[in-house]
């Protein structure tokens, strides 16, 4: 059974701050996907990566996968009070024609005006 | 265009009660999967539904069954409730038809609706 782990659990930061979250399996990725989950909504699918060492920037935030497709981090530069939120990462799983998302347990950030 | 509806929002029963949460795919979407997230921990795999049947379950007892209807809406039912059944209650639409069989990678836009918060006590 494929286990996401995810680190920090929890991050206080002040607004401005850099933060760098990461996400680490026990298998390799099929397709890594990050997502960002507010309170009261869904996950919201931020990127998805495909290629080891693929590196892919949206906006102020930079997710890079690693080289052997069992790591990521995220990084968000000059964080923002918007970027609250439970920061999730997931592989996508594929059987046949059908498929499903194993999630890591999250990063929980918290962003200080 | 309505985003991914669940229905209700909030929900309190007694163990040993049966649940039915409910869910509205995003326009032209076929495919529902459900989640359960329980409290700080990323979201776990229930079962898959498209052609209103299902197509792939993850490690849930038989308590949890699902079902999907003609218009692409689905249900997901819980019996002989537990108090560890208390957990926000996912489902996620996505449309088959943007599969790309031929290029050896699968294009995932799924999205979540806001969930069915569940508390058993």
């Known amino acids: 059974t494929q286990l996401l782990e995810q680190s920090p659990q929890f991050l206080s930061i002040q607004e401005g701050e850099n933060l760098t979250v990461y996400c680490n399996s026990s298998s390799v990725f099929s397709s890594l996907q990050w997502y960002r989950q507010e309170p009261g909504e869904g996950p919201v699918l931020l990127v998805t990566?495909?290629?080891?060492?693929e590196v892919k920037k949206l906006k102020r935030l930079t997710f890079q996968f690693g080289d052997a497709r069992k790591d990521s981090s995220l990084h968000i530069t000059a964080a923002q009070p918007g970027d609250t939120g439970l920061y999730l990462c997931a592989d996508l799983n594929l059987m046949d024609s059908s498929y499903k998302l194993i999630f890591g347990s999250g990063t929980r950030l918290l962003v200080r005006p | 265009d309505a985003g991914v509806t669940q229905s209700p929002t909030h929900l309190i029963k007694t163990r040993g009660q049966q649940v039915t949460l409910r869910c509205s795919p995003k326009s032209g979407h076929d495919t529902v999967s459900w989640y359960q997230q329980a409290l700080g921990q990323g979201p776990q795999f229930i079962f898959q539904y498209y052609e209103e049947e299902e197509r792939q379950r993850g490690n849930f007892p038989d308590r949890f069954s699902g079902h999907q209807f003609p218009n692409y809406s689905s249900e997901l039912n819980v019996n002989a409730l537990l108090l560890g059944d208390s957990a926000l209650y996912l489902c996620?639409?996505?449309?088959?038809?943007?599969?790309?069989?031929?290029?050896?990678?699968?294009?995932?836009?799924?999205?979540f609706g806001p969930g069915t918060r569940l508390t058993v006590t």
């Open positions: 996620a639409s996505r449309d088959r038809g943007r599969n790309y069989p031929n290029s050896g990678r699968f294009r995932n836009e799924q999205y």
């Open positions: 990566v495909v290629t080891g060492g």
